[in-house]
C-alpha cells in the first residue's frame, strides 16, 4: 500500500514529500496509522549522511505514536483504535541471549525502525516521517496515558528510554547525585527521569539562558558548563553522569566531577570522535567511562508505564511536515524546547 511520507534523497539535500510502500500485515503484523513522530537528533546525523551507510531515499523517524488500524490473524495483544507506539526497533533475531533477556536493542541482528535492512521495499526500512507503519507485534508498545497527551509522549520512545534505561542500570534513586549533560530532547527527559526517580539532580548546560528552564523540569541545580569555577564547586561528587551532547568535547571536564567509583555513561553519538580522556582521571578514582543504547522492549514499556504514572511526557513544539527542515536548523542552534514533534496529519497533502 501507497502512502505519503517526508524523506531526502541524498545526505546534502532537504527532506520533502515521497511516496512509499508499507507491506500488508502478515500473521503477527500490527498496522498502525500514525499520529505524531519526533524528531531526534540521530534523525539528522543519518538523514545528513554524518554517520556512516545511510541508504537513500531515507524517511526517518523512530519515535511513532498512533493507533491500531489492522492487525494480523495471530496478534492478540492488540486490537484495532489502541493507542501504541514504536520506537527504534523492529525486528531483531528473537533467539540470541540479548532477545532473550529482554536486550534486544544489543541483538546483533537488531533492526532499527529506518536505514536497515528488510525484504520489504526499497531494500531498508523507513521510519516514522510517515501515514502508517507496519511492524511485528513483538516490538509495539502500549501506551497508558490520556490521548489528548498523545503527541508529547512521542520522544519518549526515543529520548525517554535512551536515558531511563541508563538511570535504571546504574541504580539510580534516592540519595544518588546525578549530572545530565546537555539540555536539548534527551537531556530534558534525563532531567524529569532522574527527578521522578529520587535523585539529586544536576543539570549542565553551555545555554545560560536554560537555567530557569531547567529548574522547572526538575534539576536541584544548574552548572553553566563553560564557567570552570562553577564546574570545581561539583568536583568528585557524581555517582552517575549522563551525558547527552550530540558534538565533541572535553569529557575530562566532566569525568573529574566523578567521586570515586562513578560513572559517566555516554549517550550522545556525535558524528566525529571526542579526543582521549585523560587516563589518569579514570584510574585514580577508578572511576569508569560508558555508553548505552536506548533500551529492550520490556524495557521501554517499563519506562511508558512510570511515565503514564507519574504523569511524566516531553516539553514538544508540534510542526508540520513541511517545517521538518526548519525545525533541523533549529535543533542544531539548541533552539527547541526540547522536542519537536510532527503532525503527521500534515502529511495527507
Ligand atoms: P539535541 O536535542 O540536539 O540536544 C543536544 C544538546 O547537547 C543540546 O541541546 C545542547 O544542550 C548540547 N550541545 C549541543 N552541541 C554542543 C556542543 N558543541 N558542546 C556542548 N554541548 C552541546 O539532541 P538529542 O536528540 O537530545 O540527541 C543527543 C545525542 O544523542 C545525539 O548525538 C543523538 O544522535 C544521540 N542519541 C543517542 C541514542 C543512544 O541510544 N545512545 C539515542 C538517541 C539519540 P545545552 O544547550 O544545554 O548545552
Ligand atoms: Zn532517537
Given at each position: ?64 505514536v ?17 493507542l501504541?507506539g ?56 502500549r501506551i497508558r496515558h490520556p490521548e489528548e497527551q498523545l503527541a508529547a509522549v512521542a520522544p519518549l520512545l526515543?529520548a525517554g528510554?535512551?536515558t531511563y ?23 530534558h527527559m534525563g532531567i524529569k527521569l532522574a527527578h521522578a526517580l529520587g535523585?539529586?539532580v ?14 522547572q523540569l526538575g ?82 514499556q517499563e519506562m511508558l508505564d512510570f511515565c503514564a504514572e507519574h504523569g511524566i511526557v516531553a516539553d514538544i ?21 526540547y522536542r ?10
Open positions: 500500500m501507497l502512502v505519503n511520507a517526508y524523506g531526502a534523497h541524498a545526505g546534502d539535500q532537504p527532506l520533502q514529500p515521497l511516496q512509499i510502500t508499507r507491506r500488508a500485515p502478515g500473521a503477527h503484523d500490527v498496522q498502525i496509522d500514525i499520529a505524531f513522530c519526533g524528531i531526534c537528533h540521530s534523525d539528522l546525523h543519518q538523514v545528513r549522511a554524518e554517520w556512516q551507510g545511510t541508504q537513500f531515499p531515507c524517511v526517518p523517524g523512530h519515535e511513532i498512533g493507533r491500531v488500524a489492522a492487525v494480523g490473524a495471530h496478534v492478540h495483544g492488540f486490537r484495532p483504535g489502541d501504541v514504536i520506537g527504534c526497533i523492529v525486528d531483531s533475531c528473537k533467539h540470541c541471549a540479548d532477545c532473550e533477556d529482554g536486550l534486544e536493542n544489543y541483538c546483533d541482528g537488531m533492526i532499527g525502525t529506518y536505514n536497515f535492512p528488510t525484504p520489504d521495499a526499497p531494500g531498508w526500512t523507513l521510519g516514522g516521517y510517515s501515514q502508517q507503519i507496519v511492524v511485528h507485534e513483538r516490538y509495539v508498545l526515543c528510554i535512551t534505561s541508563p538511570l535504571r542500570h546504574w541504580n539510580v534513586g534516592p540519595g544518588k547525585k546525578v549530572g545530565v549533560v546537555g539540555i536539548g530532547g534527551l537531556g535523585a539529586h544536576v543539570a549542565f548546560t553551555t545555554s545560560d539562558s536554560k537555567r530557569e528552564a531547567a529548574l534539576a536541584d541545580e544548574v552548572v553553566v558548563s563553560r564557567n570552570a569555577e562553577e564546574m570545581a564547586t561539583h568536583a568528585k561528587s557524581f555517582d552517575l553522569i549522563l551525558n547527552t551532547v550530540a558534538a565533541p568535547h572535553d569529557l575530562d571536564a566532566f569525568l573529574v566531577l566523578l567521586k570515586r567509583d562513578g560513572t559517566m555513561t555516554l549517550v550522545g553519538a556525535p558524528a566525529t570522535p571526542h579526543a582521549s580522556p585523560n587516563v589518569f582521571n579514570l584510574i585514580m578514582k577508578r572511576r569508569t567511562l560508558a555508553g548505552s543504547m536506548i533500551g529492550g522492549i520490556a524495557e521501554t513544539e508540534l510542526v508540520r511536515a513541511d517545517q521538518i527542515n526548519d525545525a533541523y536548523e533549529r535543533m542544531l542552534k539548541g533552539d527547541v524546547k519537536f514533534v510532527i503532525d503527521n496529519a500534515t502529511l495527507a497533502g
